[in-house]
């Protein structure tokens, strides 16, 4: 199809979105390999006020399958969700676990009020394990349909543990109380295919399809250790599976490690009042109230029923924070062509676009219509997950791509190959940089001509990256690991190196420019799992709105938001419902940056799914328990402390001349008014150092500040008074690495 | 399609009759003795206006149904098929009139049927049942 000029009309999608390559012809063939290795029954459940009160452990190694107790402590300390997640994970790990050991495990938990369908974005699941690229946990909140039809089958977590001996399918039947574990050892890999087949597979018939979620990952993730995980749903409009996916930290990678190669859940066929909510009139009536705000807001705020989160992609230009090249810039010429006019245009309309029931804010868009033109699917005709906003600046932008056919590509095989797209954008911004400054070169690459832009050598590298070849398999070991391989071969200046590659804890950023939001910089590195936005995202309110001018405002910011948005990941939530649509008023409130009236909706959506009463305070100390138990968890896996949260200068200041020049006057002000220097006479050289300094002091001053408001020491280790202040020193061992560490 | 119509001009909001046409729809279609769970609604404004609360039939509902619940017949009405629905209530948020509703007790919402119960109930014949053209679906 044509794509529209930037600020044209927005005709309607003519792409039939029924029309796609399809994959199941030799269903019946990989259906009769299939080897049962292990069978269980279960006696199905529903959950009470949003608990079954089990969990499945499943030990792949012994083929041994297990259902614990959900015990009161669980539930008072950690919610559920990423909570449940990490507190598993405490158990099964000891400090010496790394990524590929058998203990470490996989666990897939929704969160007590996960499952219901009346309000937007209540359908997440959260993924946690030791990752391969930081060895601290990781989590991982992800739609799709598989957490909900878990907890709907019978269990509120679902705990992997060991490895197999060949590749297994997983399948979870909460309609007749089944656990198997199979040998599949002819199924395809990617996930595109693999989840139309196993869906098909494990359907009883097409009525059944809705009931069959399937988590997958796809080639990349054997060779690399980026690998993310995808949950499907079938769309029934479509009459296709759509994937969402975990993308952070690797995930994939661990999955595949246990030589899983899919996990199936069958469950009920769903209705409203699954989860036996305390108080469904509650739950009714606040979710038709949201639904009416975003029909009547959502056309006039951020059109995330049209755009998903790609409406964003000019606004981040336009505020200079749109990452180019690597992080070196915030703006393009040619961003028009990747903005979010193109993605209404590009994205079918005529469909419902939510990964869960209930979603009426409908981010999860489709490109329809798509013809590959590269690697084994090419000439396939596919629908393409979105763009979002960070597939958008991450392949796009920050790689200097800007053709978006080009983007919907590298988008699409990055899902199907099982490949986190916020990592390949930023470790693939960085490869290209390498480029440009002679760290690597054509020699190095093995011919991969990687220059800004170039979109057929970038997914040539991606396909390398599924074949387990060349190029691609150096840079499938992500930033960190690169740049410890470019400095051991002495291919570039070291310093330089580390400078610019965009990795903290050994996790690659996420796609917005923090250079000039001191606020933001701790908003990616002082995060516990690594530098991600969904702890906190701050950049407008300290850059753009300057709500933040003190360093105490920073701190008091940085307590705050990533405490309320890790209570999402305790319950189910996603994010974007809470500050992605806004009630009408809130303007007027005393704090709109927070959207009062959304944080009581979820309030009043705990309150009524388990009938415990709590008030905004009680929802930060719940996250405030399981935020600094993941603290100290990273401290027990030798990391967690100050030393682990500083960023690479990228992202604080500008690193090469061009940097500065780019925005000497921005600079060059600040020497004057802030730092006191007179810059001029200085040559360009002092100046960038003499901004270097200031701001590394800055940041240094800001960890402090944040520390003080978290109620950790001076090198960021909670302290005993903040423990006995959430209840967690009635965990031993959390203590002892506590006192361990001065706390 | 078939479609309820109102003459608000003769229906008058109610205020000359004993809104038989809620009590009609209620207690016939959907077996409850209260006039409050029809699905339409007359009353007379402030401003002495009359006001009805309708469905069209327009669609939209089932554009933003997720499960496909919601179909039109093939007399162009708008149905809910019950076993299909899984209580999400976009239908009701995103009907601008607001001719969706839900009850308590329900899991399922409803609407009219356009089954002209309320048509034969109306002691002043303001209401009708007509046929129209199928609106274009919308994206909303």
């Given at each position: 199809m044509t794509l529209p000029e930037a600020g044209s009309a927005i005709p309607q999608?003519?792409?039939?979105?029924?029309?796609r390559t399809e994959y199941h012809q030799g269903l019946d063939a990989i259906k009769a390999a299939h080897k049962v290795l292990k069978e269980v029954s279960f006696i199905p459940s529903r959950p009470e006020k949003g608990y079954n009160g089990r969990s499945l452990h499943v030990d792949?190694?012994?083929l041994e399958v297990q259902e614990k107790p959900v015990t009161q402590q669980m539930k008072d300390l950690f919610i559920g969700g990423r909570g449940f997640g990490l507190w598993h994970l405490w158990n099964a790990v000891?400090?010496?676990?790394?990524?590929?050991?058998?203990e470490n495990e996989i666990i897939i938990s929704p969160g007590?009020?996960?499952?219901?369908?009346?309000?937007?974005?209540?359908g997440k699941s959260l993924v946690v394990s030791i990752s391969p690229q930081t060895d601290i946990p990781i989590d991982s909140n992800v739609g799709g349909y598989f957490g909900p039809l878990l907890k709907f089958s019978g269990f509120d977590a679902l705990e992997l543990q060991g490895k197999a001996g060949q590749d297994v399918i997983l399948f979870i039947d909460g309609q007749n109380g089944i656990i198997r574990v199979e040998a599949a050892p002819l199924e395809p890999v990617d996930s595109h295919v693999l989840a139309e087949i196993l869906t098909r597979m494990y359907a009883v018939d097409e009525a059944d399809r809705p009931n069959i979620s399937v988590v997958c990952t796809g080639a990349a993730a054997d060779h690399s250790l980026i690998g993310m995980l995808n949950f499907s749903w079938w769309d029934k409009r479509r009459g296709c599976v759509r994937l969402k996916q975990a993308g952070r930290g690797g995930i994939g990678t661990v999955f595949r490690d246990k030589r899983i190669r899919a996990l199936v859940c069958r469950g009920p066929?769903?209705?409203?009042d699954l989860n036996h909510p305390a108080d469904f009139e509650t739950l009714a009536r606040t979710g038709i109230k949201l639904h009416k705000e975003i029909r009547t807001l959502d056309g006039s705020q951020c059109k995330m029923r049209r755009n998903g989160t790609a409406h964003i992609v000019e606004i981040m230009d336009a505020y200079d924070l749109l990452p180019t090249h690597n992080f070196q810039f915030?703006?393009?010429?040619?961003?028009h062509r990747i903005a979010s006019d193109v993605w209404e245009a590009r994205c079918s309309q005529a469909t419902v676009d939510g990964?869960?029931?209930?979603?009426?804010?409908?981010?999860?868009k489709g490109a329809d219509g798509v013809v590959l033109?590269?690697?084994?699917?090419?000439?396939h005709t596919v629908t393409v997950d979105g763009p979002e906003y960070e597939n958008a600046a991450g392949l796009g932008s920050n790689a200097g791509i800007f053709d978006p056919e080009w983007l919907l590509e590298l988008n699409f095989y990055c899902d199907t190959y099982g490949i986190c797209t916020i990592t390949y954008g930023t470790l693939a911004a960085f490869v290209m940089e390498c480029f440009q400054r002679g760290i690597l070169n054509l020699e190095r690459t093995g011919g991969?001509?990687?220059?800004?832009?170039n979109a057929e050598a970038d997914l040539e590298m991606m396909h390398q990256m599924a074949r387990g070849e060349g190029f691609g398999v150096i840079a499938g070991q992500g930033v960190k690991k690169m740049k410890e391989l470019f400095i051991a071969n002495g291919w570039g200046d070291p310093k330089l190196i580390q400078d610019i590659g965009m990795e903290c804890k050994g996790l690659e950023y996420s796609q917005?420019?923090?250079?000039?939001?001191l606020a933001q910089q701790g908003g990616y590195a002082l995060t516990n799992k690594g530098?991600?936005?969904?702890?906190?995202?701050?950049i407008f309110m300290d850059m753009?709105?300057?709500?933040?001018?003190t360093f105490e405002d920073k701190a008091e910011a940085l307590y705050y938001f990533p405490l309320f948005r890790t209570w999402f990941g305790l319950n189910g939530f996603?994010?974007?419902?809470w500050n992605d649509i806004a009630p009408a008023?809130?303007?007027?409130?005393?704090?709109p940056a927070k959207i009062p009236e959304h944080v009581q909706n979820y309030l009043d959506l705990f309150s009524a799914t388990t009938g415990i009463k709590i008030d905004k305070e009680t929802m930060l100390v719940q996250s405030a328990r399981v935020y600094n138990f993941q603290r100290v968890f990273n401290i027990r896996m030798g990391k967690g402390l100050r030393a682990n949260d500083v960023p690479p200068y990228r992202s604080v200041g500008p690193v090469t001349r061009e940097e500065y020049e780019s925005r000497a006057e921005r600079y060059d002000k600040q020497m004057v008014?802030?730092?006191?220097?007179?810059?001029?006479?200085?040559?360009l050289d002092e100046k960038i150092a003499i901004t270097r300094t200031y701001r590394m002091d800055r940041y240094s001053k800001l960890c402090d500040a944040v520390y003080a408001r978290r109620g950790w020491?001076?090198?960021?280790v909670p302290t005993m008074a903040r423990l006995r202040e959430l209840g967690l020193d009635v965990l031993p061992e959390v203590v002892a690495i506590v006192r361990a560490h001065g706390g | 399609m078939r479609q309820l119509k109102i003459n608000l001009p003769e229906c008058d909001g109610g205020s000359h009759c004993a809104h038989e046409c809620e009590q009609a729809c209620a207690t016939r279609?959907?077996?409850?003795?209260?006039?409050?769970?029809?699905a339409l609604h007359i009353q007379q404004l402030a401003s002495g206006e009359a006001s009805a609360v309708i469905c069209?039939?327009?669609g939209d509902c089932v554009a933003v149904c997720p499960t496909e619940a919601l179909k039109r017949n093939k007399l162009g009405v708008v149905m809910i098929d019950k076993k299909l629905?899984?209580?999400?209530y976009m239908c009701v948020g995103f009907c601008e009139k607001g001719a969706f509703e839900r009850l308590p007790d329900w899991l399922e919402p409803y609407k009219c049927t356009a089954c002209g119960i309320c048509v034969k109930a109306c002691p002043h014949t303001a209401l009708a049942i007509v046929d129209v053209p199928v609106p274009a679906p919308r994206i909303i």
């Open positions: 999608c003519t792409v039939d979105f029924t029309q792949l190694s012994s000891t400090p010496a676990t790394r990524w590929n050991d058998p007590p009020v996960a499952g219901i369908t009346q309000y937007p974005g209540s066929v769903v209705k409203a915030g703006s393009h010429p040619d961003t990964c869960w029931y209930g979603c009426s804010l409908a981010c999860a033109r590269t690697g084994p699917y090419r000439g991969l001509e990687l220059v800004w832009g917005y420019l923090s250079k000039e939001s530098p991600q936005h969904d702890e906190a995202w701050v753009v709105n300057k709500q933040l001018p996603c994010k974007l419902p008023d809130n303007a007027s409130t005393a704090e008014e802030d730092i006191g220097v007179d810059p001029a006479g200085k040559s020491t001076a090198d960021g | 279609v959907f077996k409850l003795d209260d006039g409050r769970f029809a069209d039939q327009c629905c899984v209580g999400c």
